[in-house]
């Protein structure tokens, strides 16, 4: 028998824990849809006084069965596949920031923005993002982790403006 209820993917906190987990859950948690060729066949299960089947009831009003015609669910199928969308780890988000190139372990570098805008460092870690450097300031070593975007290596050339 062909029968569907319409679900949506969503993504919930574990209870007592910091972890999420994504589930499918019902968007009419009641309903169920059948094709109408199978309404003797679901009638004859409705009626049966044991059945192997989870107890249902088909949908009635003043008596009369009513039909959902299939143009009428569009709206919960197009939830159904929006929501099953935006649950793949790609789609609908935006693109995380790109990575630029790492600089290596000890590279002279030059702060270009910034606090430390004009100190010269040398690098002691880098993944690209965000790079740790050890400054002097006022005679001593310090590190101060930075965004790569804010560092000029010295092998790097400069634009220079048109005059």
Do not use: C
Not at 54 to 70: D, M, N
Not at 72 to 88: A, G, N, T, W
Not at 103 to 113: A, I, L, N
């Amino acid at each position: 028998m062909d029968v569907w209820t319409p679900t949506e993917h969503i993504k919930r906190r574990v209870p007592r824990s910091k972890s999420t987990e994504h589930r499918i859950v019902p968007l009419a948690p009641t309903y169920a849809f059948a094709r109408r060729v199978h309404m003797a066949d679901l009638q004859h299960i409705e009626r049966m006084d044991v059945s192997p089947h989870p107890r249902f009831s088909i949908f009635r009003y003043y008596g009369e069965t009513v039909f959902v015609r299939h143009r009428e669910l569009s709206p919960l199928r197009v939830m159904q596949q929006d929501s099953y969308l935006s649950s793949l780890p790609a789609s609908g988000r935006s693109p995380g920031r790109a990575r630029g190139k790492a600089y290596d372990v000890g590279d002279e570098v030059t702060f270009t923005t910034g606090p430390f805008t004009g100190f010269k460092g040398f690098v002691d870690l880098s993944d690209g993002l965000t790079t740790t450097v050890i400054v002097s300031l006022f005679g001593r070593a310090q590190e101060v982790k930075v965004e790569t975007l804010q560092l000029r290596s010295r092998n790097v050339p400069v634009r220079k403006k048109a005059a």
